[in-house]
């Protein structure tokens, strides 16, 4: 895994220096500064603490990268330790649930018991005779769509500004893989995927944009 990020950090630093790069979307947030890495054994402390090993490749992340800081949008959020706990540095409305990462993930399900689809759709007030039952229905399909479980087993990565975040599933059948959380405009969760279908690891999401900024920053530079 060290391979994987071999020179990253050199490289987002390097970006600090492009033109190009600063124009990108919310790039003043993070100003392409990374946090410190952390050592084996804080990653390791982190993990028991978690009850849970964090997905590999972003383990080598925490490890040869950064703790958080420089990334898509706002930037990837830090994990640090706080008092006697370690928890990723965020908003309330973009905390990580850290006494449930050892959970499966299972955003189809609250409690175990499977969501009925059709309740996870926002419902059309024009479909109701009375506004009182419209608004009824509207704060029941509010319920389910943000009930805290279905983030369970789930590391709040970044935020993209008005509830607009990307999550790194810890545990279940989705374990390494990045999740994109729109429900803010009724989109519900769902995996990033490839031009081939294929889900996105963290490596995948994180290499995918400094590739892609690189790429632009240069382009300004040529035009120059």
């Given at each position: 895994m060290e391979e994987t990020w071999h020179?990253?950090?050199d490289r987002v630093s390097r970006l600090q220096d492009l033109q190009g790069a600063g124009r990108t979307f919310a790039s003043f947030a993070h100003g392409f500064e990374l946090a410190p890495s952390l050592s084996e054994s804080e990653v390791e402390d982190a993990e028991r603490a978690f009850d849970t090993r964090l997905p590999d490749d972003y383990?080598?992340?925490?490890?040869?990268?950064g703790a958080g800081g420089a990334g898509p949008a706002y930037g990837v959020l830090r994990l640090r330790r706080a008092a006697d706990a370690w928890e990723w540095a965020a908003d309330s409305t973009h905390r990580t649930d850290t006494d449930r990462l050892a959970e499966p993930f299972?955003?189809?399900?609250?409690?175990?018991?499977?969501i009925d689809p059709l309740s996870l759709r926002v419902p059309n007030q024009y479909d109701f005779e009375y506004?009182?039952?419209?608004?009824?229905?509207?704060?029941?399909?509010?319920?389910?769509?943000?009930?805290?479980?279905?983030?369970?087993?789930?590391?709040?990565?970044?935020?993209e500004g008005c509830l607009r975040r990307y999550w790194?599933?810890?545990?279940?059948?989705?374990?390494?893989t990045v999740w994109r959380d729109y429900r803010v405009d009724a989109i519900d969760l769902a995996p990033l995927i490839d031009a081939h279908g294929r889900r996105l690891t963290f490596a995948r999401w994180y290499?995918?944009?400094?590739?892609?900024?690189?790429?632009?920053?240069?382009?300004?530079e040529r035009i120059r």
């Open positions: 020179g990253v950090r383990r080598g992340f925490l490890l040869h990268v299972a955003p189809q399900h609250i409690n175990g018991s499977p506004r009182d039952d419209y608004e009824v229905a509207h704060r029941r399909w509010e319920e389910t769509v943000w009930h805290p479980g279905r983030t369970a087993g789930a590391i709040c990565l970044c935020d790194l599933v810890v545990t279940g059948d989705e374990r390494g290499l995918g944009w400094l590739n892609e900024l690189e790429e632009q920053a240069k382009s300004v």
